[in-house]
Nanobody, 118 residues
């Protein structure tokens, strides 16, 4: 059973930094492609970043600002130079292979709210 628990969200000022965490298991990180998505009110859930072992993918919106990484049982999303448009609920997800589509991820966490204030 795949369990994903996000934490680390909160209120951050424009230009600041925040690190999101997704607690899971060592097995999950080894067996699945791990992704971060976000969803703002009234918008579709969109791809942010993903990784499988050392291979990493980023959406254009986060390139150069966001970094996905992991240790044995936690996946991280380091967010730097945040912008108001980064305000969203951020979700951790696990899927069998890399995909930029939410349909490619059968397992999801409950989400963590990130609010960027100007």
């Amino acid at each position: 059973q795949v369990q994903l628990v996000e934490s680390g969200g909160g209120l951050v000022q424009v230009g600041g930094s925040l690190r999101l965490s997704c607690a899971t298991s060592e097995y999950t990180i080894g067996a699945y492609n791990m992704g971060w998505f976000r969803q703002a009110p009234g918008k579709e859930r969109e791809f942010v970043a993903a990784m499988r072992w050392e291979t990493k993918y980023y959406a254009d919106s986060g390139k150069g600002r966001f970094t996905i990484s992991s240790d044995k049982s936690t996946v991280y999303l380091q967010m730097n130079s945040v912008k108001p448009e980064d305000t969203s609920v951020y979700y951790c997800a696990a899927g069998p292979s890399f995909s930029r589509s939410k349909e490619g991820y059968p397992y999801w966490g409950q989400g963590t709210q990130v609010t960027v204030s100007s």
